[in-house]
């Protein structure tokens, strides 16, 4: 059957929606019907790519996925880029014929979970914050392996507690090297040991290895704060690889800001 992007020849019996979450790093969006998610893509962000840019890698993207766009019954954005907000606002109704629902502070006072300082927390830390609770049920921690590596606590009572915030790897690594002659930029992996025999290991042992133990750190830290035991969730760009070597990491969710941004979706 040939896709027709317009108008499909059929319209989906499930309620899809269209949730966008726009980092300094990637673009990480999916569509979700029936409460899964039918397909997921990560995009570099590019502060420069205008409205139509995007829709071109959006309707690439959607057709190969075999995604109707007038399928979409719902669009839920996130952003830290704010550039880029005004490009999506005007992308996405062209795209869908939907207007989008740009996640900001103003929205949080709906959700079942008290946000402190909500005009100084993202809407993704929200969104993290939300589906941790809503599948946990707990104390909780989510720390996200983004271009910042951000560690929020959650508490049995649905609120989030505080938050920590840190370089992530990559961040950390491209500083280095930016502000250095002689050092190259690496890939954030694990070196064969903590005792580096070239530049590439020796950045490595100190940055990758070093952040394990800054995780641990925090973790035990904000334990001793807040007198309870947690659940560690890892989230982010690098978590599926980075994570497995922490030894306080619960449970895995690439996919936990989107889940989040479906959750907000319901409230709204």
């Keep these: 059957m040939t896709l027709n992007l317009l108008n499909c020849s059929h319209k989906q019996e499930a309620f899809m929606l269209l949730a966008i979450d726009i980092g300094n790093t990637n673009i990480v969006f999916g569509v979700s019907a029936a409460g899964d998610w039918k397909k997921i893509w990560r995009i570099q962000t590019d502060a420069h790519k205008t409205a139509d840019e995007y829709e071109v890698i959006f309707r690439s993207l959607f057709s190969s996925g075999k995604i109707c766009r007038n399928e979409i019954d719902q669009i839920i954005l996130s952003s830290v880029v704010p550039a880029l907000n005004r490009e999506f606002q005007d992308m996405l109704p062209r795209l869908t014929g939907n207007d989008v629902q740009l996640i900001q502070p103003e929205l949080f006072e709906r959700l079942p979970i008290q946000v402190m300082n909500p005009y100084e927390i993202g809407a993704d830390l929200v969104a993290n914050a939300l589906a941790a609770y809503n599948k946990y049920r707990s104390w909780c921690m989510v720390i996200d392996f983004g271009t910042a590596l951000t560690f929020t606590t959650i508490s049995a009572e649905a609120a989030i507690r505080g938050v920590a915030i840190a370089p992530g790897l990559r961040t950390a690594i491209q500083a280095l090297a930016g502000n250095t002659a002689q050092l190259p930029?690496?890939?954030?992996?694990?070196?064969?040991?903590?005792?580096?025999?070239?530049?590439?290991?020796?950045?490595?042992?100190?940055?990758?290895?070093?952040?394990?133990?800054?995780?641990?750190?925090?973790?035990?830290?904000?334990?001793?704060?807040?007198?309870?035991?947690?659940?560690?969730?890892?989230?982010?760009?690098?978590?599926?690889?980075?994570?497995?070597?922490?030894?306080?990491?619960?449970?895995?969710?690439?996919?936990?800001?989107?889940?989040?941004?479906?959750?907000?979706?319901a409230y709204l």
């Design 185 to 265: 930029d690496v890939p954030p992996v694990l070196p064969p040991s903590v005792l580096g025999t070239n530049t590439v290991h020796a950045i490595q042992a100190g940055i990758v290895i070093g952040y394990t133990g800054l995780v641990d750190r925090i973790i035990s830290q904000t334990e001793a704060a807040v007198g309870q035991q947690l659940t560690v969730i890892a989230t982010g760009g690098l978590a599926s690889t980075f994570a497995h070597e922490l030894t306080r990491i619960d449970h895995i969710e690439p996919n936990l800001t989107l889940d989040g941004l479906r959750l907000i979706g």
